[in-house]
């Protein structure tokens, strides 16, 4: 990896943790960080926990990330949160378009169109997730599904802002799965990503952190995170443990 990009490591709670846990957990990942290594550190936790791992991170440098937002600023939206609530929050960025939100709730290309500007717009950093399913790698059809994937979310981002967005490389067959890409699979796929992003700007090409997710455990961490396009992982089950959290973060390059 470049030097000019840090690479970036988040933990995806997905729907884990209360707001005690939060408080146990944070602690105990911080005291076990490497001291003084180029990386962006973040937790992704759910809404109720927000506001505590914030607090909780004080000015440690590890960031706080929501799993999601809608693109309206406010509005009526029974269930939905908006930037501006998780920016009062202090939250620093937000998961779009995770596959899990795809298939069980019915998350679109359209809305992360606008989902993906809004986030920046608002200043949170938004951590765009995109990756095929087992039968399109099976059918050759993973390069035509990122492609789209890829060419719809950042639609409507300016050029200059395209390097704001972190792009979470996650094959859906390796998400919770224990089958982790190989190290090439990873690094083809996210070398493709990061040229579908170059069609556009060459120089956000050369800038934009690309990440990869899907069975990321503290034992194949350090094969993927040294790839060359590689820039972080987006880490599921086994960010749920701090320690394996902070080994995950030891194995960047
Ligand atoms: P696992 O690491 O549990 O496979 O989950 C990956 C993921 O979905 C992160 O967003």
Same mark, same amino acid.
């Given at each position: 990896?470049?030097? #000019? ?5 988040? =933990? $995806? ?29 973040? %937790? ?5 926990? %927000? ?8 000015? #440690?440098?590890? +960031?706080?990330?929501?799993? $999601? ?9 029974? =269930? ?50 995109? =990756?095929? #399913?087992?039968? &399109?790698?099976?059918?050759? &059809? ?11 979310? %950042?639609?409507?981002?300016? !050029? ?16 919770? @799965? ?5 190290? !090439?699979?990873?690094?083809?796929? /996210? ?14 090409? *050369? +800038? ?8 990321? $455990? #503290?034992? $194949? ?16 089950? *086994? ?8 080994? /995950?973060?030891?194995? @960047?390059?």
């Amino acid at each position: 990896m470049p030097e #000019s990009r840090v690479p970036f490591v988040a =933990g $995806n709670w997905k729907m884990y943790k209360t707001i005690a846990e939060t408080e146990s957990y944070v602690p105990a990942l911080v005291a076990k960080l490497p001291v003084g290594k180029p990386v962006d550190i973040g %937790l992704c936790v759910p809404f109720t926990d %927000l506001a505590a791992a914030v607090a909780a991170v004080g000015d #440690s440098e590890v +960031r706080v990330l929501a799993q $999601n937002m809608h693109q309206a600023p406010e509005g009526a939206f029974t =269930g939905e949160i908006a930037a501006p609530m998780l920016l009062e929050l202090g939250v620093h960025g937000v998961v779009l378009g995770h596959s899990e939100r795809r298939r069980d709730f019915g998350e679109t290309d359209r809305a992360l169109q606008d989902k993906v500007p809004a986030a920046i717009a608002a200043g949170l950093e938004p951590v765009l997730c995109v =990756g095929e #399913s087992e039968d &399109e790698r099976e059918a050759g &059809e993973t390069q035509r599904k990122l492609r789209h994937q890829v060419q719809e979310a %950042l639609l409507q981002v300016d !050029d200059e802002q395209l390097a704001d967005v972190v792009i979470a490389y996650e094959p859906i067959w390796a998400i919770g @799965t224990g089958q982790v890409a190989t190290p !090439d699979q990873a690094q083809e796929a /996210i070398a493709f990503i990061r040229a579908l992003v170059g069609d556009r700007s060459e120089e956000a090409a *050369a +800038r934009v952190r690309v990440i990869y997710g899907g069975s990321v $455990n #503290s034992e $194949n961490a350090g094969e993927i995170l040294t790839q060359q396009d590689v820039d972080g992982a987006l880490v599921g089950g *086994a960010s749920l443990d701090p320690v394996a959290f902070a080994e /995950i973060v030891a194995a @960047t390059p």
